[in-house]
């Protein structure tokens, strides 16, 4: 399917544990985002990424690990989760210029116990 | 500390009034979007201003840019049930970096 995807969708995990959160898009952008969406805060960018084997910190990026070895897929892992990495998780894409629209998934909303 | 903030954090009004919600900053913007999220979803874009002084139209949207690019406003008129959600801005600086507000969550009551 054309588009932008997540997953999972849900994801329950306890304190310690390692999560990868998925995202593929099929646009080809070269941009591609984390999120993580909390109340009050709004979207806080985690990490983001220009082009395959680039990426960049964004906001919040301590616990967090990004990798894109394809321009489609950019995975966000937690290495050991914590319980206030619980969150709704967006990755989004757009192509060069940042007046461009950006492309929002479905998010994952992740709990960490 | 929110480098956009967007006022009212909340607002909820009946269908048929006009409202303004507010995005504010102290830096200068090269361009500043407008997205809506509605739950459970992610949001999407309604409209990207450039110029400051800059107006734009979405049927019964209004965006404005301020004049020194660093501020924006969204009214609506006669809102209806279906404007309901999370207005969220977003600027974005010279250096293609892209900020978001912690937005403004609307309800229109039928």
């Known amino acids: 399917d054309a588009g932008i995807t997540q997953s999972p969708r849900y994801k329950i995990t306890e304190t310690g544990r390692q999560v990868t959160l998925m995202c593929h898009q099929t646009?080809?952008?070269?941009?591609m985002f984390w999120y993580r969406q909390d109340l009050g805060h709004g979207l806080r960018l985690i990490y983001y990424?220009?082009?395959?084997?680039?990426?960049d910190k964004g906001e919040v990026p301590d616990g967090y690990v990004v990798s894109r070895s394809k321009t489609e897929n950019f995975p966000l892992t937690l290495e050991s989760a914590t319980r206030s990495q619980t969150s709704v998780y967006f990755c989004?894409?757009?192509?060069?210029?940042?007046?461009?629209?950006?492309?929002f998934g479905p998010g994952t909303r992740l709990t960490v116990l | 500390t929110q480098l956009l903030e967007q006022s009212p954090q909340f607002l909820s009004i009946q269908e048929g009034e006009n409202l303004t919600v507010y995005c504010n900053s102290s830096?200068?913007?090269?361009?500043l979007q407008w997205y809506r999220q509605e739950p459970g979803e992610g949001p999407v874009l309604l409209v990207t201003?450039?110029?400051?002084?800059e107006v734009k139209k979405l049927k019964r949207l209004t965006f404005q840019f301020g004049d020194a690019r660093k501020d924006s406003s969204l009214h609506i008129t006669a809102a209806q049930p279906g404007d309901t959600g999370l207005y969220l801005c977003?600027?974005?600086?010279?250096?293609?970096?892209?900020?978001f507000g912690a937005g403004t969550r609307l309800t229109v009551k039928p």
């Open positions: 989004a894409s757009r192509k060069n210029s940042a007046h461009n629209e950006q492309f």
């Open positions: 646009w080809s952008h070269s941009y």
């Open positions: 990424s220009a082009a395959a084997d680039i990426t």
């Open positions: 830096s200068v913007f090269s361009s």
């Open positions: 201003v450039v110029t400051g002084g």
């Open positions: 977003a600027g974005a600086n010279q250096n293609n970096d892209m900020r």
